[in-house]
């Protein structure tokens, strides 16, 4: 299994307090990711890395802020949550292919996840 | 731009009985198509992937699914259903250039049945 892990990987909190979530990777994977499920909407993308100080938008990023600061770490944080947050949270990795074109794709491997409580 | 629908949230089989499910992909450029399992309270992990080698992939615990380009479709089989199949499954999406993001389908929950 890939080394990943996230914390905390269970939490529940009020409207309005401040989150954050941390994913940590052993692996020196290049890009990261955070996803977050919910029913009938399989993973949506919230925020993703392509190195170190380099993020961009995903899908459903609104209310959600990132930031990586060293290749292995890659923070996922709620300003403000509301109830609408509540969800399971996955954070991923992937090498970075070692060349462009057809072929050299990389898949993603995932955390285990951490639920999120927004009361 | 790129979108999976999968058919069918629930999918229930008895065990020994043909695993059949359904994904539909929509992309403007060639794509990559994955299809992951769930199982209760874990993270995901890759049945199999289709990255334009054979169009029939093998992949884990005697899944496989066909890329059918004409149909828009990746389909996941399996001949014979066993108990410990039960999990939830997603197809997903990805393409060159775009940093190896999926896009996930909403998900198929499969349930077997003794």
């Known amino acids: 299994d890939a080394g990943i892990t996230q914390s905390p990987r269970h939490k529940v909190t009020e409207t309005g307090t401040p989150v954050t979530l941390r994913c940590h990777q052993t692996e020196n994977h290049r890009y990261m990711y955070w996803y977050r499920q919910d029913p009938g909407h399989g993973l949506r993308l919230i925020h993703y890395s392509y190195g170190v100080k380099d993020t961009d938008k995903g899908e459903v990023s609104d209310g959600y802020s990132v930031s990586r600061s060293k290749t292995e770490d890659f923070l996922l944080t709620l300003e403000s949550a509301t109830s609408s947050q509540t969800s399971v949270y996955f954070c991923a990795i992937s090498p970075r292919p070692p060349t462009s074109g057809r072929g050299t794709y990389n898949e993603q491997f995932f955390g285990p996840g951490t639920r999120l409580t927004v009361l | 731009a790129q979108s999976v629908t999968q058919l069918g949230s629930h999918v229930s089989v008895s065990e020994g009985a043909l695993v059949l499910l359904r994904c539909n992909y929509s992309s403007s450029v060639p794509p990559y198509l994955f299809w992951y399992v769930q199982y209760p309270n874990q993270g995901l992990q890759l049945l199999l992937k289709?990255?334009?080698?054979?169009?029939l992939v093998k992949g884990i615990n005697g899944f496989e699914a066909e890329f059918k380009k004409s149909e828009t479709s990746f389909h996941l089989t399996k001949p014979s259903a066993h108990m410990s199949d039960a999990a939830e499954y997603f197809c997903?999406?990805?393409?060159?250039?775009?940093?190896?993001?999926?896009?996930f389908g909403a998900g198929t929950r499969l349930a077997v049945h003794p």
């Open positions: 997903a999406v990805s393409f060159s250039g775009g940093y190896n993001k999926l896009i």
């Open positions: 289709y990255t334009s080698a054979a169009t």
